[in-house]
C-alpha cells in the first residue's frame, strides 16, 4: 500500500516562496505520472500541475503557469511543487497525487487523477 506524505507548507507573505515535497512510501514513483491539487476554503478541489512518468513533460493550471513548477526525483521517491510570486489566492491545502503508471501525458491527470492521495499541507499567504 502506497503512503503518501506532504510537507514544505507554512505562512508566506504575498510574493513569496515555498516549496512543497511529497514523499512515497510502499511504491517507486518512477513509473508513475503524478500531479498536484489543492483546495481552498470553501471551494472544491482545483489541479494545480502534474508530471508524465518519464519526467518528460509537465502540465499546469492555465492560471499557474510560470509561478509553479513541478517535478519528481525518482531517487529519492519524491515529488516537489515550486511555487513563487504566490499570492493570497494561492491559500489553500495542498494534495499530492499518485497517477497512473506509465502515462505519458501529464495532462490527462487534471480530469483523471489516481486513486491515491496525500492528507495535505495547508499553504497561507498572507496580504
Known amino acids: 500500500q502506497v503512503q503518501l506524505v506532504e510537507s514544505g507548507g507554512g505562512l508566506v507573505q504575498t510574493g513569496g516562496s515555498l516549496t512543497l515535497s511529497c514523499l512515497a512510501s510502499?511504491?517507486?514513483?518512477?513509473?508513475?505520472?503524478m500531479a498536484w491539487f489543492r483546495q481552498a476554503p470553501g471551494k472544491g478541489r482545483e489541479f494545480v500541475a502534474s508530471?508524465?512518468?518519464?519526467?518528460?513533460?509537465?502540465h499546469y493550471a492555465e492560471s499557474l503557469k510560470g509561478r509553479f513548477t513541478i517535478s519528481k526525483d525518482n531517487a529519492k521517491n519524491t515529488l516537489y511543487l515550486q511555487m513563487k510570486s504566490l499570492e493570497p489566492e494561492d491559500t489553500a491545502v495542498y494534495y499530492c497525487?499518485?497517477?497512473?503508471?506509465?502515462?505519458?501525458?501529464?495532462?490527462?491527470?487534471?480530469?483523471?487523477?489516481?486513486?491515491?492521495w496525500g492528507q495535505g499541507t495547508q499553504v497561507t499567504v498572507s496580504s
Open positions: 497525487n499518485l497517477g497512473h503508471p506509465f502515462r505519458a501525458t501529464a495532462a490527462s491527470l487534471m480530469s483523471d487523477p489516481g486513486p491515491d
Open positions: 508530471i508524465n512518468w518519464s519526467n518528460t513533460s509537465a
Open positions: 510502499g511504491r517507486a514513483i518512477s513509473i508513475y505520472a
